[in-house]
């Protein structure tokens, strides 16, 4: 077939758009393409330069196929849902208020120090948790972490 023999007017769904332009990206490059070399496409074909920029930063904030990066799934701990995961940062949360007035209520059984500087870690752990699922909230990862 020819590309005479294509109707070039056609309205392409998102999806076949897709599939469109990653069948043709396979055919010429093999298994992949330079993100620069997209980016420029993406503009010359008419996308904004806001709209590739702000794919671009989601891009690199993912990891391979869309994936959160390691530091979210390493702090999420494998926990698949928002539930799961707000209720291991509440755990954290507690853990580190439990050390903290262990430490200072009972310092004869907690020394002051090892206390508050468990409490400090597990706070840590909790602000690490918190930053993992606000990028899942923010990236609408959780929908796609089921399906992993």
Known sequence: MSSRDTNDERWLSES???????????????DGVKLRHLREAAVESGLSLEAVDTATREIA???????????????LAGIPNRAGAQFWYQLLCTAGLVSVAGAILT???????????????????????????????QHSAWTSAKRR
């Open 16 to 30: 076949e758009a897709t599939d469109f332009l990653r069948r043709a990206s396979q055919l010429d490059t093999g």
């Open 61 to 75: 904030s993912a990891g391979p196929d869309g994936a959160p990066p390691v530091w979210v799934r390493f702090n």
């Open 107 to 137: 310092p004869a059984v907690v020394p002051p120090a090892i206390g508050i500087a468990a409490g400090a870690w597990f706070f840590g752990c909790s602000a690490a948790v918190s930053s993992a699922i606000r990028w899942m909230d």
